[in-house]
Nanobody, 115 residues
Framework: QVQLVESGGGLVQFGGSLRLSCAASGSISRLYAMGWYRQGPGKQRDLVSQITSSGSTTYTDSVKGRFTISRDSAKNTVYLQMNSLKPEDTAVYFC?????????WGKGTLVTVSS
């Protein structure tokens, strides 16, 4: 019913930048909450950032000042601009959409930051 496709991951050096995109398609409306989660090697999946239907944003402490979440509701797309990347940011990044009390997840995109 709802499909999420992440893109923009890759290999970057310490201090580099990447912009992740998550495009949603299917049975959705303009009003929805979307967020980014990440899961590093051998670690649990944790929240990175979230943007609500009203535009409010939240960030985990470790990325504040470096990452910025934004959305283009007309395109049903959410972005995560990642600057000053560190090796600790290495993880698979997952997009999540919440609509009508139901959660939808993308398959993830890998971000690798070299030392």
């Amino acid at each position: 019913q709802v499909q999420l496709v992440e893109s923009g991951g890759g290999l970057v050096q310490f201090g580099g930048s990447l912009r992740l995109s998550c495009a949603a398609s299917g049975s959705i409306s303009r009003l929805y909450a979307m967020g980014w989660y990440r899961q590093g090697p051998g670690k649990q999946r944790d929240l990175v950032s979230q943007i609500t239907s009203s535009g409010s944003t939240t960030y985990t402490d470790s990325v504040k000042g470096r990452f910025t979440i934004s959305r283009d509701s007309a395109k049903n797309t959410v972005y995560l601009q990642m600057n000053s990347l560190k090796p600790e940011d290495t993880a698979v990044y997952f997009c999540k959409l919440t609509r009508g009390g139901i959660e939808y997840w993308g398959k993830g995109t890998l971000v690798t930051v070299s030392s």
